[in-house]
């Protein structure tokens, strides 16, 4: 099986360590140190705050071990604040934020937070199967630039699920994938549907799967 890591920092981990939890073939566990993260097949780097989160990094010596698990190859996935972590790039972080990297994209911190801090949408995401899934966006980043080895899944519908209109959100893009890299601007793991963290475990398994 394959044990997936939820990088346990700052944010919103243990929503993700319990969406993690009931899924075959994957354990679920806490990663604080470096020890613990070189136990790990996977990791899912949660909601929070960037900045936050970078700098902890730094204080818990894990920045430079991640960057190169992920650089590596390790299958990681990334939410709101994970998915900021996870760019190439970020657009409106503060001076002294850290990059992972990883993932060949621009983001926007906060993008959606400068006309509404939080909102929720029914998104379509390629590669989730059986209708859109609830997305809740709480000062959300989205990605203004992707490179072409990313492949973009989901994009902020033209009306949200209160059937207000998007505004400059329509059209963004919200969720993305590169190899083993996924990311998405909102937090499937505070709605119950537990689709996407089900991508991303398929993901991590078959990255086990070939490693034999
Ligand atoms: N605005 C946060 C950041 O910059 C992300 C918000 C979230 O993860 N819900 O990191």
């Given amino acids: 099986s394959a044990v997936i890591g939820v ?23 806490p990663v604080r140190r470096p020890a613990e993260l070189a136990a790990v097949d996977a990791i899912v ?11 902890l990094l730094v204080t818990f010596d894990l920045l430079e071990p991640l960057r190169a698990r992920i650089a590596d190859g390790m299958p990681a996935y990334g939410s709101c604040a994970g998915m900021i972590l996870l760019a190439d ?23 959606f937070g400068r006309q509404v801090d939080s909102f929720e949408t029914d998104l379509a995401v390629d590669g989730v199967e059986g209708g859109p899934v609830r997305a809740v966006f709480i000062r959300a980043p989205w990605v203004e630039k992707a490179g072409a080895d990313v492949e973009v899944l989901a ?3 033209a009306l949200t699920a209160a059937g207000r209109d998007a505004g400059e959100a329509a059209g963004r ?9 996924l990311a998405t601007a909102f937090h499937p793991e505070l709605t119950g549907d537990l689709r996407v963290h ?3 475990c398929r993901m991590a398994r078959e990255a086990v799967a070939g490693r034999r």
């Avoid at 243990?14 to 993690?20: D, F, I, S, Y």
């Avoid at 780097?45 to 700098?55: I, K, Q, Y």
């Avoid at 893009?173 to 890299?181: D, K, L, M």
């Fill in 173 to 181: 893009v919200v969720a993305v994938r590169q190899g083993g890299v």
């Fill in 155 to 157: 994009t902020v519908p």
């Fill in 7 to 29: 990088l346990a920092l700052q944010g919103d981990v243990r929503e993700h360590l319990a969406a993690l939890g009931g899924f075959p073939g994957v354990r679920a566990v």
């Fill in 198 to 200: 089900g991508l991303f």
């Fill in 89 to 111: 790039e970020v657009l409106d972080g503060r001076p002294d934020q850290q990059q992972l990297g990883g993932l060949d994209v621009v983001v926007r911190r906060n993008a």
């Fill in 45 to 55: 780097l949660p909601g929070g705050e960037s900045t936050t989160m970078s700098r």
